[in-house]
């Protein structure tokens, strides 16, 4: 049992998901910004939950295609391109502020906007 406990501390609790406004409750995965519900596809649930998991952080595009499509190589898609623009249009329509933000070269970021 101790070990058991000792290899789940470093896991990060799996709960509903707050940040500046934006709300994810990943067991009936539900997106709203303050208080209003957004409609997200299943793939841009999941996107959105990677990205709020840190949410200063940029990440790649390498890394949400393997973290979130479970791709082992990049390739020359515009997979995450494509959902993170999705995405983006959701939420902007829902709110003053910008919420997915492309770091030209490198990948995208969640942030609470100005």
């Given at each position: 049992m101790r070990a058991v406990l000792r290899r789940s501390e470093?896991?990060?609790q799996r709960g509903i998901v707050?940040?500046?406004g934006l709300t994810?409750?990943?067991v009936t995965r539900a997106v709203a910004i303050e208080g209003r519900p957004v409609a997200v596809s299943s793939m841009e649930f999941a996107l959105l939950q990677r990205l709020a998991d840190q949410p200063d952080?940029?990440?790649?595009?390498?890394e949400l295609l393997r973290d979130v499509w479970g791709?082992?190589?990049e390739g020359r898609t515009r997979?995450?391109?494509t959902h993170a623009c999705r995405l983006r249009?959701?939420?902007?329509?829902?709110s003053t502020r910008r919420w997915v933000i492309n770091v030209r070269g490198v990948g995208y970021r969640l942030t609470e906007g100005d």
């Open positions: 470093g896991r990060r707050r940040y500046a994810l409750d990943p952080r940029v990440y790649t595009k390498h791709y082992l190589a997979t995450v391109d249009r959701k939420l902007d329509a829902a």
